[in-house]
């Protein structure tokens, strides 16, 4: 099992910045990808961003070039730097883990609220 704790959502003004952290603990496979979702309310459930362990990045396309995805290995933990931020980037963030050949963990989540 794996066990994921975000931190770092809050209430931000539009144009303003906010940092989610994802710290995982328990049997982390030393090859991994982490990686950060997010669900606005009435709509599914979209990638966000991912990093491989060798921090190669990819993100969706409403983000890139405002968010940064990065990670600590040594400390298991994933970040998401989210700048230039829009209201419609409300939404719950979920960390997200997959290893091996199906174990995918997620995280509780953290409410990210951008006020217009």
């Known amino acids: 099992q794996v066990q994921l704790v975000e931190s770092g959502g809050g209430l931000v003004q539009a144009g303003g910045s906010l940092r989610l952290s994802c710290a995982a603990s328990?049997?982390?496979?030393?090859?991994?990808?982490m990686a950060w979702y997010r669900q606005a309310p009435g709509k599914q459930r979209e990638l966000v961003a991912g990093?491989?362990?060798?921090?190669?990045?990819n993100y969706a396309a409403s983000v890139r070039g405002r968010f940064t995805i990065s990670r600590d290995n040594a400390k298991n933990t994933v970040y998401l730097q989210m700048n230039s931020l829009k209201a419609e980037d409300t939404a719950f963030y979920y960390c997200?883990?997959?290893?091996?050949?199906?174990?995918?963990?997620w995280g509780q989540g953290t409410q990210v609220t951008v006020s217009s």
């Open positions: 997200n883990v997959q290893q091996g050949i199906s174990q995918t963990y």
């Open positions: 990093i491989t362990r060798g921090s190669i990045p």
């Open positions: 328990g049997n982390i496979f030393r090859n991994n990808v």
